[in-house]
C-alpha cells in the first residue's frame, strides 16, 4: 500500500508521507537525525559536521558506496526534536514530528526539483520509510541497489493514481 501524497507547495512538486510510530519524540527525532541510525532506512550514509550535529547552515555530506559519491546539501533549519528540514541536489527533505497520546507522528515532506521525478521518488521513499517502520520494530530491512519488486510495485501504483512520471529510473535495465 502506498502511503504518500503527491501535491504542489509554493507552485513547486512535492510529496508528502506521514506514519505514526508507538515510539517517544525522542526516539522518532534520533530515527531521522542520528547518522548511525539513518543508516537503517536512508538510501545514503548521511554526515553532519560537528560530532553528528545537524546545526543550522551546516553542510551535510550524502555517500552511497564511494566517498563523495551522493553529493551534498544544507542544513535549513533544525530545531529537535521536532522540525529538521534539509537540501539533497535539488530536492528539500523536511522531517516534523509531532507528540502523539501514546507515540509520535512523523510527517515527512520533499519538495522536488522536477515535476517527473515524482513517481520514481515516491516510490523510493515507501521503500525507505518501510525499512523506517522496520528499524523502530527492532527488525532490519534487507538493502538493495536498484528497483525491487517493492519499489516497482509502489512506482506503478503512483502512476495508476495520476502523479507524474516520465524521469529515467536508475537501475532498471
Excluded at 78 to 85: E, I, N, Y
Aim: hydrophobic share 40%; with cysteine.
Amino acid at each position: 500500500m502506498t502511503t504518500g501524497t503527491y501535491l504542489e507547495i509554493d507552485g513547486r512538486p512535492a510529496l508528502r508521507f506521514v506514519r505514526e510510530y508507538p515510539d517517544t519524540v525522542d526516539r522518532l527525532w534520533a530515527a531521522v537525525s542520528d547518522p548511525t541510525e539513518l543508516t537503517a532506512w536512508f538510501p545514503a550514509r548521511v554526515a553532519f559536521p560537528d560530532a553528528g550535529s545537524p546545526g543550522r547552515g551546516a553542510t551535510v555530506t550524502f555517500t552511497f558506496t564511494a566517498e563523495g559519491d551522493g553529493g551534498s546539501g544544507t542544513v535549513l533549519a533544525c530545531d529537535p526534536p521536532s522540525r529538521l528540514v534539509f537540501t539533497w541536489g535539488g530536492d528539500e527533505l523536511r522531517f516534523e514530528i509531532t507528540p502523539l497520546k501514546a507515540g509520535a507522528r512523523l510527517a515527512f515532506t520533499t519538495l522536488l526539483d522536477g515535476r517527473d521525478t515524482a513517481a520514481r521518488t515516491a516510490a523510493g521513499w515507501e521503500v525507505c520509510l518501510e525499512a523506517l517502520d522496520a528499524a523502530l520494530a527492532g527488525r532490519v530491512a534487507p538493502r538493495t541497489d536498484g528497483p525491487t519488486p517493492e519499489w516497482r510495485r509502489h512506482y506503478d501504483d503512483f502512476v495508476a493514481a495520476g502523479v507524474p512520471a516520465g524521469a529515467p529510473i536508475p537501475g532498471a535495465d
